[in-house]
């Protein structure tokens, strides 16, 4: 079985960075893409950003120019560079990943707070 692992949530004020992390382990074959969803309270879970195995990236709107996106493909790993946080990206990030053969596999999700 394979899992996701995250890591790098907390708690940061208005301006601040984070970067969270996601590795994938166990048996996760042929990775096609990955990426990051985050949900907030009372809120749909929503698309942040997302990288392919040929290191093409796609981001949300609300956060291109603030946010990057990374990996690693010899580490099955990928990062989220978060900078310039506002209190609206405060929620729980979720990261996900898709295999060539259409699996979809989810993180448990590191909760970001971000203070004013």
């Known amino acids: 079985q394979g899992q996701l692992v995250e890591s790098g949530g907390g708690l940061v004020q208005a301006g601040g960075s984070l970067r969270l992390s996601c590795a994938a382990s166990g048996t996760i074959f042929s990775i096609n893409a990955m990426g990051w969803y985050r949900q907030a309270p009372g809120k749909q879970r929503e698309l942040v950003a997302g990288?392919?195995?040929?290191?093409?990236?796609n981001y949300a709107d609300s956060v291109r120019g603030r946010f990057t996106i990374s990996g690693d493909n010899a580490k099955n790993t990928v990062y989220l560079q978060m900078n310039s946080l506002k209190p609206e990206d405060t929620a729980v990030y979720y990261c996900?990943?898709?295999?060539?053969?259409?699996?979809?596999?989810w993180g448990q999700g590191t909760q970001v707070t971000v203070s004013s």
């Open positions: 990288i392919t195995s040929g290191s093409s990236t």
């Open positions: 996900h990943l898709t295999t060539i053969r259409g699996r979809n596999y």
